[in-house]
Each structure stands twice: as C-alpha cells, then as structure tokens.
C-alpha cells in the first residue's frame, strides 16, 4: 500500500536537458502524493508552461519551457509543504546535429556484452540487482561489461569494423535470463553489472576516439517485469492488460493486410511478447513522449551515432511512426534500423521509410534488416544446392526483389545475429569455406554489413539444443582465467574477416555502386557492383566443381571496362581473355 500522507520526490525524468532541442520538455515526477501539486522553477531561465496529473496520485508531468542553460530549483507546494528538486539544463551539442550517421561505407560489429568480455570483475554481482553472475549457467549472468568492450575496442576496430551495435545496456532486472537486456527496468540508467551512465558515455567517446561509430539498442515495445513503474502505473492504460496473460500473435502481416481482422490486429500489438515483457502502450500520449524524449536524451548525453530498434512492428504503427520522426526532427542525419523479422520482402519493405504503401502509411524508419536475404544465404550454404530453386540462386532471387524497397543501400545486410543461429552452425558441416562464402555476400552485396561478435573466429554454438544462452557464447580469451590464445582455425578465420572488410572499407565502388547479377543455376553466383568510375566483380562457387568464368557471359557490363583486373584478396592481376578458374567452395573478387 502507498502511503498519502506526505509528498514525497522519488526521480524526475529525463534526468536533465538542453538548450535548444525541437522536443518540448516534459518532466516525469514520480514519488509520493503529488497530485495536484503545484509545480513552480524559482530562477529564471526555466519555466513551467503547464501540469497534468496522472490517474495515480503519485505522479506529475509537468510542461517546461526552457530559455537557458543552468541549475534551476524546481519546487513542489502541496498545502504548506514545499519540495525542492535540483534540474540542470546543458547547452546543447551542435556538432550532432551535423554528425554523420552510419551508412554503406560502415561495417557494424554487434555484440552482446554479457557475453563479449569481462574487464572489471568487481561489478559481477551488485547488491541492487537480483541475479547474480554464474557463467557456467547458458542463460546465466557471465560478467561482461563496458569495462570490457572498451579494452577491447581494437578488436573490434582491426577487424574492419566502423560502427559498433550493443545489445542493450540499460538495468535488466529479472530474476533470471537478465543478461540479454531486452527488458528494461530503468530507461534513464545503464545496468550497474555493466557499469554507469558516465562509462557509457566514455565508451562513446573511446569509439570515436578509434574510428568507431555507436548504435544504441532501444526497445519501446515492451519494458521488464521489474521495471520500477510496474508497481504503480501512471495510468492503467500505460502497459496493455488483460484479465489472463495474453501474448501477441506475432503476426505483424496484419499491419498491412487489408482483409485482416481488427481483432487480430489489435492482438499483434497489444499481446506482450513474454511473460515478462509486459507490452507498452504508445497509443497514451505520455507515454509516448516519455519514450521520444528517452531516445533523445541519450543521443545528446552520450553523443550516439544512430539507433537499433527492437520488435519496431509490435508497437501501434502510428505512434512508433511519430517516435522516430521526433527523433530524426530533432536529428536529420540520424541513421535508425528496425527489427521487422518476417522474411517475405514484400512485408518488410512495408517498414522503411517513405514506402510506396497503398494505404499512406510512413513508418519514418530509414533502414530496416534484411531477413529475407540473410535466409537466403543461409539456404544457399545449408545443403550442397542440387535441385531446382536451391543452392546461391536463393540469393540471387532475394537481391532480385530490391525493387519494393524504398532505399537498398540503406538495408541491413548480415547471415546472423543474437536471436539467430550462427552462420557456422547453419552452413554445411560446418564448413569454413561456406562460411567465407557468408561473409564475401555480406562484405560486397548492396547495404550496410553487420557481423555478429565471434563470426570473426568462426565461432559456433556451443549446444544447438540449448537455445539463445548457447549460441550467445563468450568470446574466447576475454575474460578473466581464459585461454588467450586463439586456436589456429579461429585464427586463420580471423585474418581472412581482416583482410576482407579493411579492403571494404576503403572501397567506394562497394559504398556507393549499383549492381548487376546475373542469372545462373549451377550453384555459382556473379554480380558486379559499378559506379562510373569502376566495377568491382564478385564471383562465388558454392559448387563442388571447379568452375571457369565465362567472361563473355558478363559482356552486358564487363565490356564497358578495361579487360584487366585484380583480385582483391591476392593482388593478383586476373586477365578476363583469358581462362580463370575458381575452385569449389570458392570465390573471386576482382576490382577492375
């Protein structure tokens, strides 16, 4: 029971502000009996516009208008009782609202930092968290944290890599299965078993400081069991109930069927998506503010670089729409790629932005991830590609429909991600060479790359059986008492990912080319990437033959260029008269 004898202040959200932001400020007050209070600023520069209660007495917000930078007393009368708050508002950043987002030149190395590296031991257990680290247990806490990803940022860095996605950071607080982060306790504050809002902030900074962009993962669908707010709603419509629990349909089709039941529609969006996950409602306008200003406020905090976005279909469509074009308002450059996890094109092309939608439909959402190619890929390595339909003509069909895509050069492209098996777990065998296969189409097909921690080394789950907390491995020698070396397979897989996206990221042929594939149904693939300036050519043999290039078959774009090449990987110079074979399992890149 919540006791309204006295006012009481127990967190002001967002935590502070900035001059000049296109984003009105709303303050969240939260604490005891404060409804109908009167909320007032008592040095100029910083004023309140107006007030609302929530449905629960114990909550404020509160309308402010912002003139100019510095520490204002924010104070709460009810009766004769007077509250005092500190609120500091900053000047604000001027360079982000230049700052070049993430696009077709970066490679984006995604990690899990639970399960990325361990560099400060001593945060493994905090008395505020219910679970403990256990690293023996699959789905268990294991250690990882900011500490870690910091120390290790010249991995990530010499790899090729020039953006950096982490699964989120902020406080998970479940009893258990904590470690993925996917359910927020607390949006304004990392996760003390990973460090603090400073260090998450000096792990931007370090990125920068290296090269590296940073992509903060958001989640506005649902927060966490144990999100503070959960033991009393500002509103009884801030999360979606129900009298018994009731999950989504999982059918976001229904978004955009035009013969769908509203029923059904409205279950895809308001069903949770587990147990203990409830399933946020931004059709409340509070709320959705809430969450505006949340996004915002950790772009201006920690200087971000651009956003990953979770499960973006579940949320009501119009809202999550006005979600993100709150937030490219406030920062047009911004780079923002959604989860829309279906495979047909034709559904997911539905979510990008600017989308030729018969019904009007804008979701705002520059870039979405590419699921039908990433299965694509996937089928063409699993088998040996006898039969009709099968092998790398999957891939071929799959790039064949960018023409529903309002923008390609603006797809995810990857062969696997945390929710994913691993690539080497699918392909053949698990068969390296198939896995290099993987990561040529990843490197030189048309959008941004994204590589999965680990997929560097040819890492594989360590027991399919098991689930997400198997294929969510540790990286090996990245935590304390591990073995630093790694195995010579792992090391050869390394140095070929090395080898393969440096030379991405200083090709521009690759960043900013067309592409022209061609037909084939021997289990080869061929495509040329082209700007006016050059053409570089990919050929990939995912037979077990040795195939020679019929250079002639290409003359609807090779002839336009210059009969001499070089193949990329070797520095050998590769002449097109003349016979070239690939062998099996195999592949040619050649800059012409």
């Known amino acids: 029971m919540i006791s309204l004898s006295a006012q009481r202040i127990d967190r002001v959200e967002p935590l502070c502000w900035w001059t000049g932001m296109k984003m009105p400020l709303t303050l969240l007050i939260q604490g005891d009996n404060l409804a109908d209070a009167q909320v007032s600023v008592l040095e100029p520069g910083l004023s309140v516009k107006g007030q609302h209660n929530a449905q629960s007495a114990n909550y404020l917000f509160v309308d402010m208008k912002v003139e100019k930078p510095g520490q204002y007393t924010i104070q709460i009368q009810k009766g004769k009782k007077k509250l005092k708050y500190k609120y500091l508002i900053h000047e604000r950043n001027q360079a982000l609202l230049n700052r070049k987002s993430y696009n077709t030149s ?44 910091i120390k290790h940022l010249d991995h990530i860095a010499n790899l090729g890599a020039t953006a950096l996605w982490s699964t989120p950071l902020l406080l998970d607080n479940e009893p258990t299965q904590s470690y993925h982060g996917y359910a927020c306790a607390d949006y304004y504050h990392i996760d003390p078993r990973m460090g603090t809002n400073e260090m998450y902030r000096n792990l931007a900074d370090s990125c920068h400081a290296k090269g590296l962009k940073l992509i903060m993962d958001m989640v506005p669908n649902h927060c966490g069991a144990a999100h503070w707010w959960m033991k009393d709603l500002p509103y009884q419509d801030w999360i979606h109930q129900f009298k018994t629990y009731t999950q989504s349909n999982w059918e976001f089709t229904t978004a955009m069927d035009n013969n769908a039941a509203p029923s059904d529609r409205e279950l895809m969006v308001s069903g949770w998506f587990d147990t203990a996950m409830p399933d946020m409602n931004l059709d409340n306008p509070d709320l959705l503010h809430y969450f505006q200003q949340m996004a915002i406020w950790w772009i201006e905090y920690a200087g971000l670089d651009g956003l990953r976005v979770d499960t973006y279909p579940y949320n009501e469509k119009e809202p999550i729409s006005k979600w993100t074009k709150a937030i490219r308002d406030e920062y047009p450059n911004i780079n923002i790629v959604g989860e829309c996890w279906t495979r047909p094109a034709s559904q997911i092309c539905y979510w990008q932005a600017d989308a030729n939608n018969t019904d009007g439909y804008n979701s705002h959402l520059p870039s979405v991830m590419d699921f039908p190619t990433q299965e694509a890929i996937v089928q063409a390595l699993q088998n040996d590609g006898q039969g009709w339909g099968n092998g790398l003509l999957k891939v071929y069909e799959s790039v064949a429909n960018d023409y529903m895509y309002a923008n390609t050069n603006n797809l995810l492209i990857f062969s696997g ?15 390296p060479e198939r ?62 990912y090395t080898k393969l996206f440096n030379w991405r990221k200083t090709e521009p042929i690759i960043h900013n080319g067309k592409t022209m594939h061609f037909l084939s149904r021997d289990n080869t693939y061929a495509y040329f990437r082209y700007t006016d300036r050059g053409a570089v050519f990919v050929y990939l043999n995912a037979s077990n033959e040795v195939k020679k290039i019929d250079w002639k078959h290409y003359n609807d774009i090779a002839s336009k260029y210059s009969s001499t090449g070089t193949n990329v990987m070797t520095g050998e110079k590769i002449d097109m008269a003349a016979n070239v074979e690939v062998k099996p399992l195999s592949f040619m890149i050649v800059k012409l």
């Not at 991600?417 to 068969?431: A, F, K, P, W």
């Not at 941004?448 to 997400?468: F, N, V, W």
């Open 417 to 431: 991600n945390h929710d994913t098996e691993r690539i080497g777990d699918l392909v053949l065998d698990s068969n």
């Open 435 to 496: 896995m290099k296969l993987a990561a040529v189409m990843i490197a030189t097909l048309r959008g941004i790359p994204q590589l999965t921690y680990g997929e560097e080394i040819g890492m594989l789950s360590a027991d399919k059986t098991k689930g997400h907390g198997s294929l969510r491995r540790d990286f090996p020698g990245f935590f304390p008492g591990d073995k630093q070396q790694l195995e010579p397979g792992q090391q050869s897989m390394l140095d070929f």
């Open 106 to 149: 970066d490679v984006i190395y995604l990690l899990m930092p639970d399960r990325f590296a361990n560099g400060d031991s001593s945060n493994d257990n905090m008395p505020q968290c219910v679970e403990q680290a256990n690293r023996g247990e699959f789905y268990g806490r294991h250690g990882g944290d900011i500490a870690g990803i």
